[in-house]
Nanobody
Framework: QVHYVESGGGSVQAGGSLRLSCAAS????????MAWFRQAPGKEREPVAS????????YYADNVKGRFTISRDNAKKTVSLQMNSLKPEDTAVYYC?????????????????????WGQGTQVTVSS
């Protein structure tokens, strides 16, 4: 069974940058759409960005579009999220997850229930 481990979170001031990484162990992620979600205290888990299995197509939530960039390296079994111009409202635990089925079209909708194998999450805190 594949496990995903996130890293790269931390505390930054508004306007700063962080780069999150998600590494797969115990298998491959090359067949699956991958996504980053986040969950702030008291709020539901929401999609941030997703990328199809080939890396050719991406989706971004409106509130991160133009600031965040998702990428993947299937050979290295990693998915990254470059976050620039961070805002206090970006504060949350960030999770990466794989689509429940391979070679699908889950990236374009990035619905929580279409993704599974959640990592443990990494905390991002942005101060004003």
């Amino acid at each position: 069974q594949v496990h995903y481990v996130e890293s790269g979170g931390g505390s930054v001031q508004a306007g700063g940058s962080l780069r999150l990484s998600c590494a797969a162990s115990g298998g491959t992620l090359g067949m699956y759409d991958m996504a980053w979600f986040r969950q702030a205290p008291g709020k539901e888990r929401e999609p941030v960005a997703s990328i199809d299995w080939s890396g050719k197509h991406t989706y971004y939530a409106d509130n991160v579009k133009g600031r965040f960039t998702i990428s993947r390296d299937n050979a290295k079994k990693t998915v990254s999220l470059q976050m620039n111009s961070l805002k206090p409202e970006d504060t949350a635990v960030y999770y990466c997850a794989a689509s429940r089925r391979p070679y699908g079209d889950y990236w374009s909708r990035a619905l929580v229930h279409d993704f599974g194998s959640w990592g443990q999450g990494t905390q991002v805190t942005v101060s004003s």
